[in-house]
């Protein structure tokens, strides 16, 4: 109890991301087609119009990933009271909101993009706690 007492912040911030980044992944999975479909329309006019699934698939990997680094790092910290696997997982889970963020600003989905940065200062908090 006292481990999470003491990493009360990291334990609620990796919850955070383990739910954003499986949900996420869960959703590619099981709608892959109408992901597809609606990102080929969303860059229809950019540089990634011909390769969305593959964008994509490497999104989907990244956020799953992602979830069982945060996921074993958080049972890490609450066993042993290492963060090193929450720190790579916190890594990944900023890269792949850059990515995100990217693709959003080449669409010029400046609305989506302002919704990304609300997922990535507490993901870039979490990395500074992490590394401290």
Excluded at 14 to 22: A, D, K, N, R, S
Excluded at 123 to 132: E, G
Aim: glycine residues 6%; contains cysteine.
């Amino acid at each position: 109890m006292e481990t999470l007492l003491n990493h009360a912040t990291e334990t609620v911030l990796l919850l955070f991301l383990i739910i954003t980044f499986f949900q996420s992944g869960i959703d590619k999975i099981f709608d892959w087609k109408g992901n597809v479909s609606w990102l080929k329309e969303h860059f229809s006019k950019t540089l990634f119009k011909d390769i969305v699934p593959v964008l994509l698939f490497i999104v989907l990997v990244s956020e799953v990933v992602a979830g069982i680094l945060c996921t074993i790092g958080l049972y890490s910290i609450l066993t042993v009271g290492t963060t090193v696997m929450a720190l790579y997982g916190a890594l990944l889970c900023s890269l792949t909101l850059l990515m995100l963020l990217f693709g959003q600003r080449v669409a010029k989905d400046y609305e989506g993009a302002r919704t990304i940065v609300v997922y990535l200062i507490p993901t870039v908090f979490l990395i500074f706690l992490l590394q401290a």
